[in-house]
């Protein structure tokens, strides 16, 4: 169920049971999964699934919140709800996000900062400061700025 993969982690390093199940509703509340609490994994949908991953993480209370193509597998329309979802997560929790994406809109969307890595893993070729206030009109001419001047440098 939803709630006892929220407090898989917690459990695991001996949090009390009443102290856990207060913090997963907690997380279920702010990732917007009221009423889904008791449902299994193939009962929710890419979307719902996604934000009990989040959720999860999240109950581990980490200083930085690892994000690898998170939304990858997700339809169009899934993956932008998501995104608009992480960054109301992130506006009340304020956790460090390092998200891992091959999209630059969506790291434009998402970042306040974007590394560009070279082939070679590790080396970093750039990094752009995303200077665009919030919320982010992806067909605004400052943000297809932004776009280009990535595009180039990866190309």
Known sequence: RAIENIEFGPRNIGMPR????ALAQDLIKLVGLEGFENKY???LSGGM???VAIARAMAMDPEILLMDE?????DQLTREDMQRELLRIW????KTVIFVTH???EAIYLSDRILVFCP????VRKEFTIDLPRPRQKSSTEYMAYYEEI???IS
Do not use: K
């Not at 998170?70 to 997700?74: I, R, V």
């Not at 506006?91 to 304020?94: Q, V």
């Not at 070679?120 to 080396?123: A, E, M, S």
């Open 91 to 94: 506006e009340t929790s304020r």
């Open 151 to 153: 595009y180039e440098n």
């Open 18 to 21: 009443d102290e856990r199940r």
């Open 120 to 123: 070679h893993p590790g080396n």
């Open 103 to 105: 999209s630059i809109l």
């Open 41 to 43: 994994p193939r009962e």
């Open 49 to 51: 699934q996604q934000r």
């Open 70 to 74: 998170p939304f990858g597998s997700l």
